[in-house]
């Protein structure tokens, strides 16, 4: 492994239960969180020490969504659709049932708002009305999670049928499909340059693609457990990890190689399982969020 250092910045306490999703705000130093005691926190990495309750809602959340150069917040509250908040009125200015079932992720694409959903289906909401456009539903099992191509010409969709599709942004068809994993896949990510895309999964496996053909171009039996995250460096050299193994791992972006262990042995890292990543602009910040009811702040430096 590279001689990446790591250290503890800060440890955010303040949820009631798991913390399941994380999301940027407008300012660098300030994120969101959510998780399964329905709250939405919004934190101020200068001074950590108490988090701002932006909302409480009645059931878990397993996705937030900030949209992009606005106030706005989109929350996935499971089983009741999506709510759209004013961050700074902190007031629900919009919310919209989609599904009876658990939303597990949400992107903007374009003048539209994505939402993957556990019934399967992926609905395209129009951003300026909170109407929906249009559902597809390519499988009878969940959607798990989406992320657009740096061209936003395609999103690629995860599912718990083990299979990565993509779907066009213009005619919403699905162009692709192809068996990705043993077991669900939980999250996927393009790389900064749009080359390759990375997919994550329950068989604690990472794999690379290469964009547009997605052919296999590499894999890592990465985690003891299943990966329930992915999450890009800013500069696009590295990526890291979170699994259900308690761990978090930084990986070399282009070669899959392994470059630093972060977990409770080595750096009083999370007890459980580790939900979520985001790297903050703030001081490239990594920040995690685990079951342990916990969000923890990590310096990553290196070469």
Avoid at 148 to 172: C, F, K, M, T
Avoid at 247 to 260: P, T
Wanted: aromatic content about 8%; overall charge neutral; charged content about 20%.
């Amino acid at each position: 492994m590279s001689p990446l250092t790591v250290s503890k910045v800060h440890t955010l306490t303040g949820h009631r239960d798991c913390v399941y999703t994380l999301e940027r705000d407008v300012a660098e130093t300030h994120f969101f969180s959510a998780g399964g005691d329905g709250m939405v926190v919004r934190w101020d990495l200068r001074a950590p020490e108490a988090g701002e309750l932006i909302a409480q809602l009645p059931n878990s959340i397993y996705a937030i969504h900030r949209i992009p150069h606005s106030s706005w917040l989109v929350v996935g509250h499971n089983y009741e659709g999506i709510h759209v908040l004013d961050v700074q009125s902190k007031k629900e200015i919009a919310s919209l049932r989609l599904t009876d079932a658990a939303i597990f992720d949400v992107l903007t694409v374009g003048a539209e708002v994505w939402v993957a959903c556990g019934d399967g289906t992926v609905a395209m909401v129009d951003s300026a009305t909170w109407t929906v456009k249009t559902k597809i539903r390519a499988s009878d099992k969940s959607a798990r999670c989406l992320a657009l191509h740096p061209q936003g010409n395609e999103v690629a969709v995860g599912y718990s049928d083990h299979h990565v599709r993509i779907i066009d942004v213009g005619s919403h068809r699905v162009k692709h499909t192809w068996p990705a994993h043993q077991n669900s896949v939980f999250s996927l990510s393009f790389t900064p340059a749009g080359d390759r895309l990375i997919t994550a999964s329950r068989d604690a496996r990472l794999k690379a693609w290469r964009w547009p053909l997605y052919d296999q171009t590499n894999e890592v039996v990465a985690h003891l457990f299943a990966i329930n995250h992915v999450a890009w460096h800013a500069q696009g050299h590295w990526f890291a990890t979170g699994s259900m193994d308690k761990s978090v791992k930084v990986w070399d972006g282009h070669a899959l190689k392994l470059l630093k262990v972060i977990d409770k042995a080595r750096h009083a890292g999370h007890g459980t399982s580790v939900n979520k990543l985001l790297w903050s602009s703030f001081n490239h910040w990594l920040i995690s969020a685990s079951d342990d009811r916990s969000i923890s702040v990590w310096q990553v430096t290196g070469p």
